[in-house]
């Protein structure tokens, strides 16, 4: 029997997990809101949190998985990328606990990890498949033809789709974090009330700076042109907002999957819990003869249920690390 720990401490989540012969058994997550009052994710105060929160969090995990800490056979962690700071204190954890154990330590990419988490619950996909990974800091479409074997064929060049929804809800003036505010303010509003430009990138690649910049432009003229514009359009505007990015993401993949050749189409990170994302790529499939694979929400967001399935993919393959190894910041697939 492989019990697994899995350990995601990439930013301002700290999360420990169980996972017994690829179930995963538990799944706690510690968030922190002291963020909130400023607007976004201070990396200091990230790292203080991990420390707090980092024991309470692995010792519910192994309680709710109803095993004790010398069943455990390895350790899982993010090595990155992510806030460095945030990343050393999930990493120091996991070589302290291994070390103390005698047992293996297992270094996990998050992004890959966010694709992983499509094996937490069945059914899963076949390799290879295509995953759009989307969060606040990344936007990827990867061709994952193993567990392990991955290859980036866009990325974006500037903002991550997450970051861009984030962005435009501080020019809306809605509190952080914003992107899920926009998301169900966009329910009750008319998607096609405005139209923002689709950025046109050559290739498998994507920009959102640009339509940031256009959002901004339309909120400052609106307002001079009819003072009160925004309260009273809120819902449509972020709906048409919402529409645009859904609309830039699917768009390229749906070229992404032509050019590849593949059926299993899949999207993973913090932004597939989107509603409009998701329910646009369930729309999408039906129209492309696709088998689609969306996360449960639980496993949208950085979580250690995905740093835990990986880790155990890595145990089975044997592919352990020493003690040497350190976090990194940037971390390619």
């Known amino acids: 029997m492989a019990i697994i720990l899995g350990i995601e401490s990439s930013c301002d989540e700290t999360s420990a997990a169980i996972c017994i012969d690829g179930k995963i058994r538990s799944n706690v997550i510690a968030n ?44 899982a962690f993010t090595r990155g990328p ?24 297992i270094e996990i990419n998050h992004m890959q990890a966010h694709i992983l988490a499509h094996f937490i619950d069945d ?14 800091g990344h936007t990827q479409l990867v061709l994952v033809k193993d567990y392990f074997e991955m290859e980036l064929l866009g990325q974006t060049l500037d903002d991550a789709a ?28 008319n998607a096609d009330a405005f139209t ?4 046109q990138i050559p290739g498998l690649n994507f920009s959102f700076s640009g339509l940031k910049t256009a959002i901004l432009y339309f909120v400052r003229q609106k307002e001079q042109e009819q003072p009160g514009f925004l309260q009273k359009h809120l819902h449509d505007v972020c709906a048409s907002v919402q529409s645009r ?3 830039i993401l699917l768009n390229k993949l749906k070229r992404a ?33 696709w088998r689609v694979f969306i996360p449960r929400f639980e496993f949208c967001t950085d979580n250690a249920a995905m740093i835990a399935i990986a880790g155990y993919h890595k145990y089975l393959a044997g592919d352990f690390v020493g003690h040497d190894v350190a976090p990194l910041a940037r971390y390619s697939l």
Not at 274 to 281: A, I, K, M, V, Y
């Open 82 to 105: 992510g806030l460095l700071g945030s990343l050393l204190v999930g990493t120091s954890f996991a070589k302290a606990f291994a070390l103390a154990r005698s047992i293996p330590l």
């Open 196 to 199: 923002f430009p689709e950025p």
């Open 162 to 189: 997450g970051e861009a929804f984030d962005k435009t809800a501080k020019i809306l003036g809605l509190p952080y974090p914003g992107g899920p505010l926009i998301d169900r303010y966009a329910r009750d509003g």
């Open 123 to 136: 059914p899963t996909p076949a390799f290879p498949f295509l995953c759009l990974t989307v969060s606040g």
């Open 257 to 289: 999957a032509k050019a590849v050749g593949v059926s299993d189409v899949a999207i993973a990170g913090g932004v597939s819990a989107n509603s409009g994302l998701r329910d646009g790529l369930i729309a999408l499939g039906e129209e492309q003869g």
């Open 245 to 247: 990015i859904v609309s």
């Open 32 to 75: 922190q809101t002291i963020h909130e009052k400023f607007g976004g994710v201070v990396p200091e105060l990230a790292s203080r949190a991990h420390q707090q929160n980092i024991i309470p969090a692995v010792a519910q995990a192994i309680r709710e998985a109803k095993v004790h800490k010398n069943d455990i056979a390895a350790v």
